[in-house]
C-alpha cells in the first residue's frame, strides 16, 4: 500500500465515524444522565463493538453473515429492536416529571459499557464497512492483502477511538448543562426520537 492510499482511507474512516449516529446519541444522552465517567465506559462498549466486527471480518465471519440472508435478518432485526428500547427509554425519561429510578444495568460500573457493546454488536451496518469499503483499498495482490486488512483494521479502530473518547469527554463535560431538567428533557426527546425512527428504519429495511 502507498502512503496516498493509507492517507485517503483514513479521511474516509474519519468521515463514516464521524457522521451523525446512535452511537453519539447515546453519548449524549449517557452523558446528560450520569456524566463523564459513563460516558467514557459507554465508548468503550461502542469501540470493542468495532473491534470485534473487525476481528470477525478477518476471520472471514461477517462475510458469512452478511450470505446468509437469514443470520443477517436475525442480527439486523436485533439490533432494531434494540434502538426501538433505547429510543423508548429516553422517550419515557422525557415525559416523566422526575428521573428514573437507575436500571440494574446504570447501578454497576459495567452497565454502561455493556450497552455501548451491545448495540454495536448488533449493527450490521459496522460489519458493512469491513466487507464493502475496507476492500477497496486493499492491494491486488493474494499475499499481501491480510498483512494490509489489519493495517486498515488498525486505522478505522484508531480513528473510532480518537473520535469516541474526545466526543465522550467533551459531551461529559457539558454534564452540568445537559442534565438541567429542561436541557434533559428536550435531549431525551431528541434522542429518543433518532433512536426510535432509526430503529423502525431498520425494520422496515429487513
Known amino acids: 500500500m502507498t502512503g496516498f492510499t493509507l492517507l485517503t482511507f483514513t479521511a474516509a474512516a474519519a468521515v463514516i465515524v464521524i457522521v451523525p449516529g446512535p452511537d453519539q446519541a447515546l453519548l449524549l444522552q449517557t452523558s446528560a444522565a450520569a456524566g463523564r465517567p459513563a460516558a467514557v465506559r459507554t465508548a468503550g462498549g461502542v469501540l470493542l463493538g468495532i473491534v470485534l466486527w473487525g476481528v470477525a471480518s478477518v476471520l472471514g465471519l461477517s462475510a458469512l453473515l452478511a450470505n446468509g440472508s437469514v443470520a443477517f435478518q436475525v442480527v439486523t432485526v436485533a439490533g432494531a429492536l434494540y434502538l426501538v428500547w433505547l429510543g423508548i ?25 455493556l450497552r455501548g457493546l451491545l448495540m ?7 460489519g458493512l464497512f469491513y466487507l464493502s469499503i475496507l476492500p477497496q483499498f486493499l492491494p491486488g495482490s493474494a499475499a499481501s492483502a491480510l498483512g494490509a486488512e489489519l493495517v486498515l483494521f488498525a486505522i478505522y479502530v484508531t480513528v473510532s477511538a480518537l473520535w469516541l473518547f474526545g466526543f465522550a469527554f467533551a459531551a461529559g463535560s457539558l454534564h452540568p448543562f445537559l442534565n438541567r431538567p429542561r436541557v434533559k428533557r428536550s435531549l431525551d426527546s431528541v434522542v429518543g426520537v433518532i433512536l426510535l425512527g432509526l430503529g423502525v428504519m431498520a425494520l422496515v429495511g429487513v
Open 89 to 113: 427509554t429516553a422517550l419515557r425519561s422525557a415525559v416523566s416529571a422526575a428521573p428514573p429510578a437507575p436500571r440494574r444495568e446504570d447501578r454497576g460500573n459495567s452497565g454502561f459499557f
Open 120 to 126: 454495536n454488536c448488533l449493527n450490521p451496518k459496522i
